[in-house]
């Protein structure tokens, strides 16, 4: 099932709808937002680093709410975010019905793209969105939404300042160019990993570098044909690794659970309801922390869909409670792993281990990240829910911007909006997941408009004393003296 082409009559009816839809409700708003410049160059109102769901989503809403912004991603166009490159699985987890990035816009849902080209009955035969159909209808919102993206962009360097702006330093994968812009605001849509990367346990670094893979990393399935494959992990990253390898003819592939058991409930279901959505970030410290941690140490299962996929295979083989304590390499290069039930030979290991949250770890963010105030640094929790997730979030203010670390002088950081997965304990699940994004990008918007009214309170109270149009021409009565006695 292919969807159409741009051009086809079905889309083009969707769009002429979704026009009429934007008009009834006056969208976009007009550029509001005061024009400023240092020195002859000017100031963007709003950088955005990501051109992902995320960031399509925030820049839209902006757009929405009269704020100009300009994407850049370091992807070439269509292959922004993970579907198309790193993801593995063959569908969305998220259930199809939910409205993900359309703003409320009705024209602008997964299911108005798919039934203008299919229809209500296959509609009504879809289980869940193919992950490639997905990338598809991500590549039409960001089209009809009009928003700005510059491709191929990778930020080298976001350098807030003293001064109402921050520095982005800008390198062009294509053609090398180095530029600088200065933008008012920057808003880091990077992503699951978008303050961190791949995290692997410590005897990892034992695993000959050409034998270990993260499962965020890119790689040639054709390399796990007749190979011996240890998956470390049990989630839905883990069995969409495991999958990939035995679809490419892998002769074995093992996946290593430290579990008793591999989850069965997500309870982070539990936690979707419009309260959530729109509350979470209100919640006392406690309570939010609390939450979260539940949810991480309950863990959320691989969907039943991807582990069938590992499962129906022969060659598949599910280990729990079994964990890594040494590693050696045998004399024919491949990797012995010794675990507490016994040694297994494999030729390829795959973590499937999550992310680490470490603005340290990214070159961009050098001249911020040590001044950004974690969790850790101001809350303690109680005994028996630390957790180094939640230590390490970044602890943000009610626009998702960075806030100073105790002992730390870094002027402009708040100017530095993080819209990313990592913000999760601070605002809940509105930046990084589907279910809850629109309401993360309007709260984003919404914060932003009066930031930028704020900053700007006397230019556009200029504007209101020089504001003159008549709505009377003062001809549409006559004066008569009052009657006397």
Request: a negative charge.
């Amino acid at each position: 099932m292919q969807p159409s082409p741009s051009s086809s009559p079905d889309l083009l009816r969707l769009e002429e709808r979704l026009r009429a839809e934007l008009s009834y409700l006056n969208l976009p708003a007009s550029a509001w937002v005061a024009e400023k410049k240092v020195g002859d160059q000017p100031l963007l109102p709003v950088a955005i680093i990501g051109g992902g769901m995320a960031g399509i989503c925030a820049a839209t809403a902006l757009q929405h709410s009269g704020i100009p912004a300009v994407v850049y991603d370091q992807a070439p166009d269509q292959l922004e975010g993970p579907w198309l490159t790193t993801a593995r699985m063959e569908t969305l987890r998220s259930p199809k019905e939910l409205t993900g990035p359309a703003l409320g816009i009705p024209s602008l849902t997964f299911r108005a793209w798919f039934t203008a080209q299919f229809g209500e009955q296959a509609w009504a035969e879809l289980d869940k969105i193919p992950r490639p159909q997905w990338a598809e209808y991500l590549h039409w919102l960001k089209r009809v939404s009009g928003v700005t993206v510059r491709n191929r962009m990778r930020a080298e360097r976001i350098e807030p300042t003293a001064d109402g702006y921050a520095r982005l330093t800008l390198k062009n994968l294509d053609s090398g160019e180095v530029s600088e812009i200065l933008a008012r605001r920057v808003i880091l849509a990077t992503g699951r990993d978008g303050l961190g990367g791949g995290w692997m346990p410590d005897w990892a670094q034992e695993v000959p570098a050409e034998r270990r893979f993260h499962s965020s990393d890119l790689w040639n399935d054709g390399d796990f044909k007749d190979k011996r494959i240890v998956v470390i992990g049990a989630g839905a990253s883990a069995m969409d690794c495991a999958a990939t390898a035995l679809e490419n003819g892998a002769q074995a592939v093992h996946l290593l659970a430290r579990r008793a058991q591999i989850p069965r409930i997500n309870k982070s279901k539990g936690a979707g309801s419009p309260g959530m959505a729109h509350g979470f970030w209100k919640l006392p410290d406690e309570w939010k922390w609390r939450i979260r941690h539940y949810i991480n140490t309950a863990q959320v299962p691989p969907p039943k869909g991807s582990t069938l996929r590992v499962s129906r295979f022969p060659n598949a083989y599910f280990h729990t409670h079994v964990w890594v304590e040494s590693v050696s390499v045998n004399p024919d290069g491949s990797v012995r792993l010794v675990t507490n039930q016994g040694p297994l030979d494999t030729d390829i290991v795959i973590f499937s281990t999550g992310f680490r949250i470490n603005l340290e770890q990214r070159p961009e963010f050098s001249a911020f990240a040590p001044s950004v105030r974690r969790w850790g640094d101001r809350y303690q929790p109680s005994a028996g829910e630390e957790d180094i997730e939640l230590f390490d979030s970044p602890d943000l203010g009610e626009a998702f911007e960075f806030q100073p670390r105790p002992g730390h002088s870094c002027p402009g950081l708040e100017r530095i909006h993080c819209f990313c997965y990592p913000s999760t304990l601070s605002h809940g699940t509105v930046a990084g997941d589907i279910p809850q994004i629109s309401d993360g990008a309007q709260r984003l918007a919404r914060a932003l408009c009066a930031s930028f009214l704020q900053e700007d309170i006397e230019e556009h109270f200029a504007q209101l004393q020089a504001y003159s149009e008549p709505e009377l021409d003062g001809d549409e009565w006559v004066e008569v003296p009052l009657p006397r006695e």
